[in-house]
């Protein structure tokens, strides 16, 4: 009886999360998607007409997830790879795995706090700006799903490489980190989430302009991205319906984010299967 009572209670947390999730998503569809139109995704907002486009703000998120994910992922990585295939001090290691379990649990208006004073007052409210903010709120997460899928790689194909006759850092160029790229691929996607779904922070750091701009100039200028758009126009302009179509948007983003990090995952471990 107790067996039964405690599966049949499995069974509906799991079909009340499977429910909330499908009526979110098709809550925000149904809302955002009758929204849409190639006008909107495709122009800038102009307020001499009284158009809304979101081209700048879709672009000013791409830019900004490209910027965070080249500076963060090297950092995360080579964080990884030091802890735990080099350092010999188990203490400071146990200091610094620390150190990165609090930084992700401080919430991200702090870090946006801190942004502006490091970065803003520096150079400018820019998308650079939050492009480094949002690499300190995420070193944690890379770093700490590289180490652990580091972790998992058998210390056997290390001595085999070894063995052969292959240095260190071959050995951890050829052998350990192809056999972890899923965690590496892991935190990606978590950061990417995550980026997709900050605003605070980059309220205080990037700004929230609608300019059109290239990559480079992008990121040396104030650009709104996609979630500070939609807080935008949802708090202070009250368009709910350009909100809504806003939220879409990021959801179809999101799902295609995954889609893409799932066949780079599935493609290394064709090329190194292990």
């Not at 098709?26 to 158009?51: A, C, D, H, M």
């Not at 989430?193 to 040396?220: D, M, P, V, W």
Request: with cysteine; net charge positive.
């Amino acid at each position: 009886m107790y067996v039964w009572v405690m599966r049949m209670l499995l069974w509906l947390a799991a079909l009340a999360t499977a429910a909330l999730t499908l009526f979110l998503v098709g809550y925000v569809l149904l809302r955002g998607v009758p929204n849409l139109s190639w006008e909107f995704i495709s122009t800038k907002p102009s307020y001499l007409s009284g158009s809304i486009g979101i081209l700048p703000d879709i672009l000013n998120t791409v830019y900004i997830v490209i910027a965070t994910l080249l500076i963060v992922i090297p950092l995360g990585v080579g964080a990884a790879v030091y802890l735990t295939e080099y350092a010999t001090n188990k203490r400071i290691v146990g200091v610094i795995e620390y150190a990165a379990e609090a930084l992700s649990g401080i919430p991200s208006i702090i870090y946006g706090l801190v942004g502006m004073l490091m970065f803003s007052n520096n150079f400018g409210t820019c998308l650079m700006a939050g492009a480094l903010t949002l690499a300190i709120m995420n070193l944690p997460t890379i770093m700490r799903n590289t180490q652990e899928s580091l972790k998992t790689v058998p210390q056997s194909y290390r001595e085999g490489a070894f063995g052969l006759g292959a240095g260190k850092w071959r050995v951890i160029r050829t052998v350990v980190l192809p056999g972890c790229i899923d965690g590496v691929i892991t935190g990606c996607i978590l950061s990417v989430g995550r980026i997709l779904g900050e605003s605070a922070a980059l309220l205080f750091t990037a700004g929230f302009a609608h300019s059109l701009n290239g990559f480079f100039e992008g990121l040396g200028s104030a650009g709104a991205t996609l979630t500070v758009a939609m807080y935008v126009y949802a708090k202070e302009q009250g368009e709910f319906g350009v909100a809504f179509g806003i939220a879409a948007i990021l959801m179809v983003l999101a799902f295609l984010i995954n889609l893409a990090a799932t066949a780079v995952a599935k493609h290394f471990q064709r090329r190194n299967p292990i």
